[in-house]
Structure formats: C-alpha cells, structure tokens
C-alpha cells in the first residue's frame, strides 16, 4: 500500500508561486510514476505533470510548461510540484498520485492523495 499526503496548498495572487509537496510511503511498489493531477469546480481532474522516479524524465500538460515544475527527492521519499508564474485558471484541488509503469496522461493511477486547495487570486 503506498499513502500519499500533500502540503503546501494555500492563496496566492496571480504572478506569484508555490510549492506544493507530497510524500510517499517508504514502501516504492506502485510508484514507478508520480504525478500531478487538478480538479476545479464542476470540471473533470485533469493532468498537470508527470515523473518517472528513478529516471527522472518530466512530462507536463501544455497549460503548465515553462511555468511549473515537478521534481523528487528519493531520499525524503518526496514529490514536488513548483508552481510560478499562477494564473486565476490555476485554481483548484491539487492532488498527488502514484502508479506502477509509464508515464500516463489518464486519472487512472492506482493511489491519490487527499488533495490541497491552491487558489489564485486576481
């Protein structure tokens, strides 16, 4: 079973940054690929960014790229997804989540986290 608990969610006014992070379970079964998902509203969960943990390759939705970047410490057992340059649309629950295998697109990883808001002001 691998447990994932995010932080770092909070209010930020368009422009600015955040970091948001996510650790893992030490158990690394089921966490060949860490990811990024957001859910706003009345809107589906939709992909924000992906990474394969030990090779370290990126994959990221054209709304984000250039502007957020998603990182990993092994040794803290640690996902990270830095937020810049925030726009309104950015606003939503944040969720982290794992799954065994490549990289996907898809909200179907087999464990998730409980989420963190990040709202974006105007």
């Known amino acids: 079973q691998v447990q994932l608990v995010e932080s770092g969610g909070g209010l930020v006014q368009a422009g600015g940054s955040l970091r948001l992070s996510c650790v893992a379970s030490v158990r690394t079964f089921g966490r060949d690929t860490m990811g990024w998902?957001?859910?706003a509203p009345g809107k589906e969960r939709e992909f924000v960014a992906a990474i394969l943990w030990s090779e370290g390759y990126t994959y990221y939705a054209d709304s984000?790229?250039?502007?957020?970047?998603i990182s990993r410490d092994n040794a803290k057992n640690t996902l990270y997804?830095?937020?810049?340059s925030l726009k309104p649309e950015d606003t939503a629950v944040y969720y982290c989540a794992?799954?065994?295998?490549p990289i996907s697109t898809r909200p179907t990883y087999d464990y998730w986290g409980q989420g963190t808001q990040v709202t974006v002001s105007s």
Not at 81 to 84: A, G
Not at 98 to 101: H, I, L, P
């Open 81 to 84: 997804l830095q937020m810049t």
């Open 37 to 39: 998902f957001r859910q």
């Open 64 to 69: 984000v790229k250039g502007r957020f970047t």
């Open 98 to 101: 794992s799954k065994g295998g």
